[in-house]
């Protein structure tokens, strides 16, 4: 049972490159997350799905999009990458009933750095 | 809207030492309140959860008690390890619209020395 997975793990970009982060869930999940996390800020939700089929914009949801391709997946894009896009990224879905319904389980993350 | 407060780090301690970290949370509603820990190089994780007011969630031989009059959720080891070096994120969440709305401290850092 891998959980939540994330793909790449890290990746360096240089500014105006595009690329895809990838996260997949193996538990079933139906909601699914994308956050940032910056020194001293804390987690940030970017991106959000409630379902499959539907995304929501989160917090700081600029320069960025997703797509929710199937239930076990939701992805994370960055169209043109500039350095303010340096962070630590995580992927985090939660199932919709039982005592767990309230628990984000996160994924191992993706450090992006945009020179 | 929500917010959550928790004290900055870091936080250094010697092993066996008793650790309090603070936190306290702003909500309209009546959230379900949880400690995340995060340890170098991975994602956040569970640590506790308390879903009401008087709840004390406990895991690990860490404790934290949901306390609605004061609005806090602080975290506390009666003695701390090696082991336990992370990042601990408070964090309260709302049920609405049909998914889980998030909302986390800044998280502090908590090194246990030798």
């Known amino acids: 049972n891998a959980g939540v997975t994330q793909t790449p793990k890290f990746q360096v970009l240089k500014t105006g490159q595009s690329m895809t982060l990838q996260c997949a869930q193996d538990?079933?999940?139906?909601?699914m997350y994308w956050y940032r996390q910056d020194p001293g800020m804390g987690l940030r939700l970017i991106y959000y799905s409630a379902s499959e089929g539907t995304t929501d914009k989160g917090e700081v949801p600029n320069g960025y999009n997703v797509s929710r391709l199937n239930k076990r997946e939701f992805s994370l894009r960055l169209e043109s990458a500039a350095p303010s896009q340096t962070s630590v990224y995580f992927c985090?879905?939660?199932?919709?009933?039982?005592?767990?319904?309230?628990?984000?389980?996160f994924g191992a993350g993706t450090r992006l750095s945009v020179l | 809207g929500d917010s959550v407060t928790q004290m900055e780090g870091p936080v250094t301690l010697s092993e066996e030492a008793f650790l309090t970290i603070n936190c306290t949370y702003t909500a309209t509603g009546y959230p379900s309140l949880f400690w995340y820990v995060q340890y170098p190089g991975e994602g956040l994780q569970l640590l506790l959860k308390?879903?009401?007011?008087?709840d004390k969630g406990s895991n690990k031989g860490f404790e934290a008690t949901y306390r609605k009059e004061t609005t806090s959720f602080h975290l506390e080891k009666g003695s701390v390890q090696v082991s336990d070096s992370a990042v601990y994120f408070c964090a309260l969440s709302d049920l609405g619209g049909g998914y889980q709305k998030v909302t986390f401290g800044t998280g502090t850092k908590l090194q246990v020395i030798p």
């Open positions: 985090a879905s939660t199932p919709l009933r039982g005592s767990n319904r309230n628990i984000q389980y």
């Open positions: 538990m079933n999940h139906n909601s």
């Open positions: 308390a879903t009401k007011a008087d």
